[in-house]
């Protein structure tokens, strides 16, 4: 019971997330059952396909001292853009700006919900 009422606020906190970084972003839109989709998504993306880009890329990751994790990161919030209706990004810089910034909204959360 308590594992599913935390799964929901992280789901729900996620899209809000979205949300606001959507809001923020210039050529981003998303609408709020995109969001709330787009949370799903997004936390599928990161969680099976992100781990197998950073080892294929970690030469790169490396040379640019983990800089280009932030493409990486842009090419998946794309990928989620095309999977997701009511969720579109403009172009590759909008994407990338969207995931710092989303990156950022997250830190706010987590800093907040500590105890």
Do not use: C, E, Q
Not at 48 to 65: D, E, K, N, S, Y
């Amino acid at each position: 019971m308590l594992f599913d009422m935390k799964l929901f606020s992280h789901w729900l906190v996620a899209a809000l997330s979205i949300g606001i970084a959507a809001y923020i972003v210039p050529g981003v839109t998303i609408t709020f059952v995109g969001a709330l989709v787009a949370a799903v998504v997004l936390g599928a993306l990161h969680l099976f396909i992100r781990p197998l880009l950073l080892l294929l890329t970690l030469p790169i990751t490396i040379l640019t001292l983990g800089l280009f994790s932030l493409v990486i990161n842009a090419l998946l919030v794309m990928s989620a853009a095309f999977f997701v209706p009511g969720f579109s990004v403009a172009n590759f810089w909008s994407a990338f700006l969207f995931a710092l910034v989303l990156s950022f909204v997250n830190w706010v959360f987590h800093i907040w919900s500590r105890p």
